[in-house]
């Protein structure tokens, strides 16, 4: 315990449990190709952040289709609707993220602007213009928003901080649960990661100022657990140089006023699965090409196991919703040599 915090403190190798399952295998279900001409007949194009629903259908926001935004798909990848028109007006879009389930509904943040709500079946239902600048905002199942914003009256020369909060319906701040202190873009070579993911009623924080540790919160934005892990350091090599600034990395570092730094940070980002499990991805280089090691944590913070994933990553510091874990099945993009993405289902057999 810590200020009345619990702490856990995991080591290098993870902890067998008795009855508990520590890895799975990965099953592939149906893989949604972007290069399909159905889909370009209805005007899919590039597909960037997605969200599933408790019955699998997913929804997948485009920001090349030709009309709507938001592509819905049942569990089988079949198409069902479009909705989220491009525009300006009440319920149209212009420059979505994050999107949200939420019950019988799905909450979409549109720029800098406004949240828009849906039904499930894409008709519209309200909007929530801000008074401030926002980025993303995520309704919680207890009423309550969780917002993340720049602190703009806060800024220094350094550096640009946002804030992510607990907010009421008018979103006005009940309690700031952390911050995030964004370089000045001078001093960005390798911008340190900061993200979070919202499962089975609580709130994970990943911050680069405090190494690998995770802080939990319960939906009333109070902090009752910190994940704590030790790691072995991965030296920066020229492998991830380019995966982060490019072919041209070392005429870039060569102009840079900062160098990149000797190792990697601790890990580059994760997801939840729906029973507050949490996936970890480090730096350790995996089983195969492209493979790279996931930390498995249980619910209670308790690393587990490890597992080896081929899951596009480069660029993900701040946590944008790319891969999902739900009802047993993992939900990531997997790359083409033609370019093009495929959306691919695993089933997780868990053993």
Same mark, same amino acid.
């Given at each position: ?143 309550? +928003? ?6 703009? @009256?806060? /800024?220094? &020369?350094? $550096?640009? #901080? ?86 041209? +990395? ?6 840079? @006023?900062? /160098?990149? &730094?000797? $190792?990697? #940070? ?86």
């Amino acid at each position: 315990m810590e200020d009345g915090v619990e702490v856990v403190i995991n080591h290098i190798e993870s902890y067998k449990i008795k009855g508990e399952r520590s890895t799975f295998t990965l099953e592939e279900g149906f893989v949604f190709d972007t290069e399909r001409e159905d889909l370009f007949e209805k005007g899919l194009g590039f597909v960037g952040e997605f969200e599933v629903d408790s019955e699998g259908n997913i929804y997948i926001v485009g920001f090349k289709n030709i009309e709507n935004f938001i592509n819905k798909f049942d569990r089988k990848g079949n198409f069902i609707t479009s909705f989220g028109r491009r525009g300006q007006g009440p319920g149209e879009l212009e420059w979505p993220s994050r999107p949200v389930v939420n019950g019988d509904k799905i909450a979409v943040t549109d720029g800098f602007k406004k949240l828009v709500i849906y039904s499930k079946d894409g008709r519209f239902l309200n909007e929530i213009r801000f008074k401030t600048r926002i980025f993303k905002v995520e309704p919680l199942k207890n009423g309550k +928003y969780l917002i993340y914003m720049p602190k703009r @009256k806060f /800024k220094t &020369p350094e $550096y640009l #901080p946002y804030s992510l909060s607990l907010c009421n319906s008018e979103f006005e701040e009940i309690k700031e649960l952390d911050v995030y202190k964004l370089p000045a873009m001078e001093l960005q070579v390798l911008v340190p990661f900061f993200m979070w993911r919202i499962s089975n009623g609580k709130i994970y924080i990943a911050n680069e100022e405090r190494g690998y540790e995770i802080w939990v919160y319960d939906l009333e934005g109070n902090l009752i657990r910190k994940i704590r892990k030790e790691y072995r350091p991965i030296v920066a090599t020229d492998e991830f140089k380019a995966k982060f600034l490019g072919p041209d +990395y070392k005429e870039i570092l060569k102009i840079s @006023k900062n /160098k990149f &730094p000797s $190792y990697m #940070p601790p890990l580059n980002y994760f997801f939840t699965d729906d029973e507050g499990q949490l996936f970890v991805m480090t730096y350790e280089k995996g089983e195969n090409p492209g493979e790279y090691i996931y930390d498995i944590f249980n619910p209670n913070g308790i690393f587990i196991g490890r597992k080896s994933l081929n899951i596009p990553w480069a660029g993900k510091y701040f946590g944008p919703k790319y891969e999902k874990a739900k009802n047993n099945h993992l939900y990531c993009y997997r790359e083409k040599e033609s370019g093009f993405s495929e959306l691919v289902v695993y089933k997780m057999n868990w053993e």
